[in-house]
């Protein structure tokens, strides 16, 4: 299921070598935020979605929907740490900016929940990441990523927050709590 047609596939709908693994009957063009899904329920034994939560204006939809459709799966959102890291994606538009100027959503996986923060642009004004730690484990794509198993239903839920006051605490406390140990062993 994508948003854009058929045609506009990347790589021609293969991963690896071997055949192609769409055609025009198995593409759902689709917004995944617009419920339901044309899927039956539990019609799916495992459902990915890779890369996808952090720019969609529902999330929380799009996660109750995965929950309904299939029966376990896979998402992955790019981690709290990377979103909060200047100069990821810099463009002529966006020197200084953390993460990914696109994305709308910082995304906590804790307690077999995904919490979805708003992206503010005010989060360039902080530097949560301090630029020596950056510079050091920014090449180590474990930490780039949040990945997240999830058998029966993956929850997810936004924190509203009414000002920077109630989010800066929260993301102090995140960065407090990182355990850079396990990448210091590999770095060894």
Known sequence: MDLLPYDTRAGGGRLGPG??????????QFDI???PWPFDDKSFDF??????LED????IAVCREL????RRGYVEVPSVWIECTFDVDVGP???????YEKHRWLVFHEDDEL???PKQVWLSLVEFVPAPVATTWRSDQRIWTTPVHWENEIRGRELAFSGQEQI????????GRFDYSPFQSARD
């Open 19 to 28: 055949p192609e693994r769409y055609d025009t009957s198995t593409w759902h």
């Open 33 to 35: 935020c617009d419920t």
């Open 47 to 52: 459902a990915f979605c890779g890369q996808t």
């Open 56 to 59: 969609v204006r529902d999330p």
């Open 67 to 70: 929950s309904r459709v299939a």
């Open 93 to 99: 538009l966006t020197p200084r900016y953390p993460g």
């Open 115 to 117: 919490l979805f923060v």
């Open 168 to 175: 800066i605490p929260l993301l102090r406390d995140y960065f």
